[in-house]
């Protein structure tokens, strides 16, 4: 079955870009429309950061979209992070996850492990 | 934003008793668009159920979902150890195009 691993730079200065990669495994990436990051700073809750289509199309969270870009690379199966100008209120746990297929309903049904961001 | 306040913070039962969490939106949310995720310490949320009744591949039927409008509840109908996690609603809809609400712990007692 589908798996997903974050990759990327576990620590980032302020004012620096954070980049990080989800790589698609046991599958294709075209096995959903969508994909998605979601982060969870340290003891707290989960924040969606933005989602891609698999023709390009990105949404954002409207609090990042000034910051955030998400791209996706069908050759290598894998899509990807950038987050700009960072600050230590960007310090957390990243996720990546793929939307359920189920037409008329929403969830993200596969998620990666996580990959932990310090901004320091 | 839609915003989803899930309560309690903190629910403390025992193995085999039943619990009842429940997720209330700022505005209505189509059941649809409602899905609601566990977390255990250290793991990636892992999704529970979507829709109006679905669960998600190997979720036990001791998980159900009910409710519209804006109040939700994930109900788990016996307790088993594993359970003892940490529960998130989700919600689909206007800009952000999703949100999840704060979270449950749910506790031994």
């Known amino acids: 079955q589908v798996q997903l691993q974050e990759s990327g730079p576990g620590l980032v200065k302020p004012s620096e870009t954070l980049s990080l990669t989800c790589a698609v495994s046991?599958?294709?990436?075209?096995?959903?429309?969508?994909w998605s990051w979601v982060r969870q700073p340290p003891g707290k809750g989960l924040e969606w950061i933005g989602e891609?289509?698999?023709?390009?199309?990105?949404n954002y969270n409207p609090s990042l979209a000034s910051r955030v870009t998400i791209s996706l690379d069908m050759s290598k199966n894998q899509f990807s992070l950038r987050l700009t100008s960072v600050t230590t209120a960007d310090t957390a746990v990243y996720y990546c996850?793929?939307?359920?297929?189920?037409?008329?309903?929403?969830?993200?049904?596969?998620w990666g492990q996580g990959t932990t961001v310090t901004v320091s | 934003e839609i915003v989803l306040t899930q309560s309690p913070g903190t629910l403390s039962l025992s193995p085999g008793e039943r619990a009842t969490l429940s997720c209330r939106a700022s505005?209505?949310?189509?059941?649809?668009?409602l899905a609601w995720y566990q977390q255990r310490p250290g793991q990636a949320p892992r999704l529970l159920t979507y829709?109006?009744?679905s669960r998600a591949t190997g979720i036990p039927d001791r998980f159900s979902v009910s409710g519209s409008g804006t109040d939700f509840t994930l109900t788990i109908s016996r307790l088993e150890p594993e359970d003892f996690a940490v529960y998130y609603c989700?919600?689909?809809?206007?800009?952000?195009?999703?949100?999840f609400g704060q979270g449950t712990q749910l506790e031994i007692k």
């Open positions: 829709g109006a009744s």
């Open positions: 996850a793929r939307h359920l297929a189920v037409p008329g309903t929403r969830g993200f049904d596969v």
């Open positions: 989700q919600q689909y809809g206007s800009s952000p195009r999703y949100t």
């Open positions: 505005q209505t949310v189509s059941i649809n668009y």
């Open positions: 046991g599958g294709s990436i075209s096995s959903a429309n969508w």
């Open positions: 891609i289509f698999v023709g390009g199309r990105t």
